[in-house]
């Protein structure tokens, strides 16, 4: 367990960037670079800027800087009883807080508990000027100025260093089980909405093509008597299951073809796109293993008001590894790269090759 | 600006009866929650479309007339005060529920409708909207997005933040932007989060989508009763720790107490210091095993009496009082002016020790109610606007109990927003490059700055004659300037 502020060093480092008009490439663990496009410049590693600051379990938050190991957070947490409740994956060994944040990816329990993005309660940013500055705090209720701390996740990087992050935390359900039953996919998908309407303390759940799984979480009697009514077995082996979804170690992601998330509405009928499918959050995720062309996959999402990404096994110089944004979006993005980051020093081209 | 070419250009976009320019039609609209400030706008306008909000925007960034938005005019900061040369735009015709979708658990709305109206509209189908402010009966869910408002549910539930998915805003260059989807998240920055809480000042909220949750399968409440805030205050910190995370956790202080239950008689102990109200639902099962436990943490942490409501009546009748605490004490005071400073929750018994300090320096009595779960304070300070100098020193009292928040860690505002009033507190929260950054997110939407003018975020300017202020003590050194 290493501790260390890095601020200054970092801070020194960007403003020798502006002075010389050098791209940064943002790094902390390097176990999220597939993600994204690629970005253009000079590498600035936060794994130094590591250490929690500040974790008192009764207040239920977590501030830490961004190069501190996830495994290092969720070890705290675990000691105390409580959790990330976003369930972020990892993706390799050395993930960091900060990476987690600047990507916004959450893990099975997002549909119930909410994203990354839910849980920052304040952060601490170097911008593209080279400033230091505060949004937020460790205090669960805060609406003065805008919602930079929100903002910040899933911008990856492109608005500046997360240096610093908050996050709210949960106590770690006392019962934990998970059931399984097989069903086709439509069946599936019905199942999970039909259940989702009930007070069922589901957790988690995900079709991969054959079985549907579903993780009761909550207190030992609210399990127990869910557990009838839902029907289905309860997995005595498979325990690491959920592990494997989050971490994309499950069969289903073992391919070489490219693999696409899309996200969209939870009771959208099985998408019509060739394919092999698997799907989690109620049915508004959906991973999907095709080698059917960009075009159709963005054009079948968009119209049913979601969105579709490249998420694996794809070339990220392609012009869009994310969604097309429309172009009055797109150019509200821009100003707001723009806001924090006026030089165009951060992840260049890592979101959009416009800026 | 030329008043009667603007009321011309408005008549050529909007029917004549819904452009009001006369004294007498704009009062009603000089103040939101917070009266102690008003201004008569040059007109307001009552627009039933999209077309039309966005004629109204395209035309004022023409003219480079400043626009502020108002839903029900319950905001608490003067968030949605009049600019005295710009346009009121009212979304209060806005009020149609426009889908109530069961299977993805969502309602498209209107700005414009009543928060309380979409739990209603859901009910039928077993949903309901979480975020539930105390003025939910009036305010709209317009102004719940552009403040991030909260509730007594929001500590298990979330803000306004965590409970919508997708919102459509027209920008003042009259750009119809639809931010969010269908799913759970969507392409590029998390606008939606940015543009809640914004205020009004980054562009006008014309629908949302909210997440509905299925309406639970117990709620219950228990009443715990103390004789020293402290312990109440320590209470809470054990219940979290064990684990347990009530849907709502409150609490009132002794006036709160004894004015609630003078207005609504809800049997709360009028002998208590403190009383807590925990609210736990669930299933069956769940909301059983943590009424055991709680009860149990409440007896050990040193409550004089712990109450489990007998039934649906009395838990309603225990939440009505709290629910009306603010009317309740505006009974018991000619005026009272509603704090919302939120700390880190362990600061509790410092911080409600030192608002004891400051209410006896300043002769003024408070009540406190408040979100004790997410450390969210309300101090009422109690005054009569009509004792001269008294509002004066009521102003700068809640001015220290900002600055204490913001020392204990905190902030200056949990869940009713800067808007004019807490304007110079933002100064003592953020440093100048703070601000400028929130000016650079205000000028990526709005380069003219014409949406919500002189509201949410101080100019540096402002900040350095409130900074030059506070060295004298909080004595004026130019009363004769205005202050906000
Ligand atoms: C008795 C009482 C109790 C309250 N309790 C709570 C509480 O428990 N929790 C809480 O959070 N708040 C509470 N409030 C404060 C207030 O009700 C909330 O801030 C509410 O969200 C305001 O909604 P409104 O429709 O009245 O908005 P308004 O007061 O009309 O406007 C508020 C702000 O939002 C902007 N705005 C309004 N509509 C739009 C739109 N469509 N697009 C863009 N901007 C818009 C306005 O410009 C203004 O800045 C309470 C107020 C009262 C009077």
């Not at chain 1, 909410?114 to 937020?136: H, P, Q, T």
């Not at chain 2, 993805?104 to 109206?117: D, F, K, M, Y």
């Not at chain 2, 949990?414 to 304007?423: A, N």
Request: some cysteine.
């Amino acid at each position: 367990m290493t501790t260390q502020d890095s601020s200054l060093d970092l801070q020194a480092h960007v403003k020798n960037a502006i002075k010389n008009n050098t791209a940064l490439c943002i790094q902390g663990g390097n176990s999220k670079s597939f993600y994204g496009r690629t970005p253009i410049g000079q590498t600035l590693k936060i794994n130094d800027h590591s250490g929690i600051i500040n974790y008192e379990p009764t207040e239920l938050v977590i501030t830490a800087r961004a190069g501190t190991p996830l495994k290092e957070i969720e070890y705290a947490l675990l000691e105390n009883n409580q959790i990330l409740p976003f369930e972020p994956p990892h993706y390799g060994n050395n993930a960091t807080l900060g990476g987690t944040v600047a990507c916004n990816l959450s893990g099975p329990r997002r549909a119930a508990a909410g994203a990354a993005r839910d849980y920052m309660l304040g952060c601490k940013v170097l911008n593209g000027k080279g400033e230091i500055i505060s949004f937020g705090g460790e205090v669960m209720k805060n609406v003065a100025g805008y919602d930079v701390s929100r903002l910040m996740a899933g911008a990856l990087g492109t608005l500046g260093v997360l240096l610093e992050v908050s996050l709210k935390v949960l106590p770690r359900p006392e019962a934990e089980i998970t059931l399984t039953l097989e069903h086709n996919t439509e069946k599936a998908l019905a199942k999970i909405i039909r259940l989702a309407q009930v007070n069922f303390p589901i957790s988690a759940n995900c079709y991969d093509g054959d079985r549907l799984f579903l993780r009761l979480s909550g207190t030992e009697g609210a399990v127990e008597t869910s557990k009838k009514p839902i029907g289905g077995e309860i997995i005595e082996t498979e325990h690491d299951i959920w592990q494997k979804i989050k971490e994309q170690q499950h069969g289903f992601f073992m391919t070489d073809q490219p693999l696409w998330r899309l996200s969209v509405a939870a009771d959208t009928p099985p998408i019509k796109l060739e394919g092999k499918w698997l799907y989690e959050w109620n049915g508004a995720l959906r991973w999907l293993v095709s080698s059917a062309s960009a075009e159709t996959i963005q054009a079948a999402a968009k119209k049913i008001g979601g969105h579709a990404t490249r998420y694996r096994g794809h070339d990220q110089n392609h012009i869009d590894v994310f969604h097309p944004l429309s172009p009055a979006l797109l150019n509200l993005h821009k100003k707001l790269k723009h806001a924090f980051d006026p030089h165009g020093i951060f992840n260049r081209g890592r979101m959009y090759p416009d800026f | 600006m030329n008043k009667n070419q603007l009321l011309q250009e408005l008549g050529q976009i909007l029917p004549s009866d819904v452009i009001l320019h006369q004294k007498e039609d704009l009062t009603p609209y000089e103040c939101d929650g917070l009266s102690a400030f008003r201004e008569l706008p040059l007109a307001v306008t009552l627009p039933e479309t999209i077309d039309q909000v966005t004629a109204i925007l395209t035309l004022c960034n023409r003219l480079d007339v400043p626009v502020v938005a108002r839903g029900a005019g319950t905001g608490l900061s003067g968030g949605a005060l009049p600019h005295k040369d710009g346009v009121l735009l009212s979304l209060a015709k806005f009020k149609q529920i426009l889908k109530i979708d069961p299977q993805r658990q969502t309602a498209v709305v209107q700005p414009g409708v009543r928060n309380l109206a979409i739990s209603e509209a859901a009910k039928p189908y077993g949903l309901y909207y979480a975020p539930d402010p105390s003025s939910q009966i009036a305010c709209t869910i317009g102004g719940n997005v552009a403040e991030n408002s909260g509730g007594v549910h929001c500590l298990k539930y979330g803000l306004t933040v965590h409970n919508i998915q997708q919102i459509k805003v027209v920008t003042i260059d009259g750009e119809l932007l639809t931010i969010g989807g269908s799913g759970l998240d969507s392409a590029g920055f998390d606008l939606l989060a940015l543009l809640t809480g914004s205020e009004g000042m980054l562009a006008v909220i014309v629908e949302v989508t909210v997440k509905l949750l299925p309406i639970p399968e117990r709620a219950q409440v228990i009443l715990a009763a103390f004789d020293d805030v402290a312990k109440a205050g320590e209470a809470v910190g054990n219940i979290i720790s064990a684990g347990i995370i009530p849907a709502g956790l409150e609490m009132m202080d002794k006036l709160a107490i004894r004015a609630a239950e003078e207005f609504v008689h809800a049997g709360y102990p009028t002998d208590a210091e403190a009383i807590l109200l925990c609210e736990i639902d669930g299933t069956n099962a769940e909301v059983s095993e943590h009424i055991l436990k709680i009860r149990e943490i409440l007896n050990q942490s040193g409550a004089t009496e712990v109450r489990t409501a007998k039934d649906e009546a009395e838990r309603l009748m225990f939440w009505k009082g709290r629910k009306a605490a603010f009317p309740a004490v505006g009974c018991i005071a000619p005026d009272y002016y509603c704090m919302d400073g939120t700390i880190p929750r362990k600061q509790l018994p410092h911080v409600l020790k030192t608002i004891s300090e400051l209410s006896a320096e300043y002769k003024l009595q408070v009540a406190n109610v408040f979100h004790a779960g997410d450390g969210n304070l309300h101090p009422l300070i109690l005054y009569d606007a009509n004792n001269p100098g008294e509002l004066e020193r009521t102003e700068e009292f809640g001015g220290k109990i900002l600055d204490l928040c913001v020392k204990a860690g905190g902030s200056i505002t949990g869940e009713h927003g800067v808007g004019v009033e807490k304007i110079n507190h933002m100064c003592v929260q953020f440093n100048s490059e703070e601000l400028t950054q929130f000016h650079a997110i205000k000028s990526a939407f709005d380069a003219k700055g014409l949406l919500n003018p002189g509201k949410a975020v101080p100019t540096l300017h402002r900040c350095a004659e409130f900074g030059a202020m506070h060295v004298h003590k909080g004595k004026l050194p130019f009363p004769e300037l205005e202050r906000f």
